[in-house]
């Protein structure tokens, strides 16, 4: 596995990754890789030829009383695993690599979509994300890119930054990997204290219960919603921050509720912020 630490290394790295017409997948990550970020690069894997991936914890997405500076890494774990899985490239910028000007005065505006959900709580994220993931398909110009379905929200606007602004990569979303409980895995679980992570599980329950209320024939959303809460109710340490039912591509408000909706939610365990969605089947 080629290492990259800067752009120039990437430069040179990537013509080899392409010899002979091989197609390139990217998988961009903050590190302190899981298995739910291992399964990603084995979704890209399975439709290219070349899987590469960035780590990189990106400041222009982290609010100012977030965890910026408290955010896991793992580095030399980060990258035996992804050489463990085949990776063939794994790029590692500095800060000072990925905006050598300083913090960049042209971003990415999200639009509407970034103003709901996960977006009308931290102000600010979803430009971060999407300007670095834009300057990451910039240096990288992949065939393919893989994200998470557990960040749902952040998919589907990269998706759409793809598609709006023509950049000429297939946006793949891959699916939530779960502990054995039900909780989502996610870099951020490893804030939880014992009892915390006892409790967490209660927003993998609270999203099933309304899921399995849709099964039985319900259609409204303010239904389907109050299924969800009484789960959590029972659950004295989560406090939720938003509980929502969505389009899965304008992510507008879903009311009635039609299969292909999703239900996302955020809430907080202790600390630690959590995340979470599941998409209503059909019957």
Do not use: W
């Amino acid at each position: 596995m080629i290492v990259a630490r800067t752009r120039i290394g990437l430069a040179e790295a990537l013509p080899r990754l392409r010899a002979g017409g091989r197609s390139v997948g990217l998988v961009p990550t903050m590190g302190y890789l899981h298995e739910g970020h291992l399964s990603l690069v084995e979704y890209a894997a399975a439709r290219v030829d070349a899987v590469a991936v960035s780590i990189f914890v990106n400041p222009l997405q982290f609010g100012p009383a977030e965890d910026l500076a408290e955010y896991p890494r793992d580095e030399a774990r980060d990258l035996t695993l992804l050489e463990d899985r085949g990776v063939a490239v794994a790029f590692v910028p500095s800060v000072e690599e990925m905006y050598p000007l300083g913090g960049p005065r042209v971003t990415i505006a999200p639009g509407s979509m970034a103003e709901r959900l996960c977006g009308a709580f931290r102000p600010g994220h979803f430009r971060g994300v999407l300007t670095v993931v834009a300057k990451l398909f910039g240096l990288f110009r992949p065939d393919v890119a893989v994200f998470g379905r557990k960040d749902f929200q952040q998919a589907v606007l990269i998706r759409r930054m793809a598609r709006d602004l023509d950049m000429g990569v297939q946006i793949l979303m891959a699916p939530t990997v779960r502990e054995g409980d039900g909780l989502a895995m996610s870099s951020r679980n490893a804030y939880l204290s014992p009892e915390e992570r006892t409790q967490a599980v209660g927003l993998f329950k609270a999203l099933s219960a309304a899921l399995e209320r849709f099964a039985s024939g319900e259609r409204s959303a303010a239904a389907l919603r109050e299924a969800a809460l009484g789960v959590l109710a029972h659950y004295p340490l989560l406090r939720p921050q938003y509980l929502e039912i969505v389009d899965p591509d304008t992510l507008e408000p879903a009311d009635p509720v039609a299969a292909g909706s999703v239900l996302a939610a955020a809430l907080f365990c202790g600390r630690t912020r959590l995340i979470d969605n599941m998409e209503f089947g059909q019957t």
